[in-house]
């Protein structure tokens, strides 16, 4: 684990429209440092923002064309899962 999650929430919106399963999956991959379909400017700006407590983002696109996001705030108090439509 690369950082802190703190308390691990999710919004209604990602609850309906994505299982437990996929969502446990999604969060290994982003507390590991696999930050999605992220540009490679934005994945440099989580690796610093992990050394300078910044806030994290990953993004995960589906074979369906769903899309997860998951933020850990700077304070690393609490990780959000969520669509992007729900932002």
Do not use: Q
Request: negative net charge; aromatic residues 10%; contains cysteine.
């Amino acid at each position: 684990m690369k950082f802190s999650l703190g308390r691990v929430v999710c919004t209604i919106g990602a609850h309906a429209d994505f299982s437990m399963v996929e969502m446990i999956l999604c969060l290994n991959r982003h507390m590991n440092g696999d930050w999605g379909e992220l540009s490679e400017d934005d994945k440099e700006e989580n690796e610093l923002a992990i050394e300078f407590g910044d806030r994290i983002l990953s993004s995960y696109k589906f074979p369906d064309g769903r899309v997860l996001w998951l933020i850990t705030e700077a304070d690393r108090s609490v990780t959000t899962i969520l669509r992007p439509k729900d932002y």
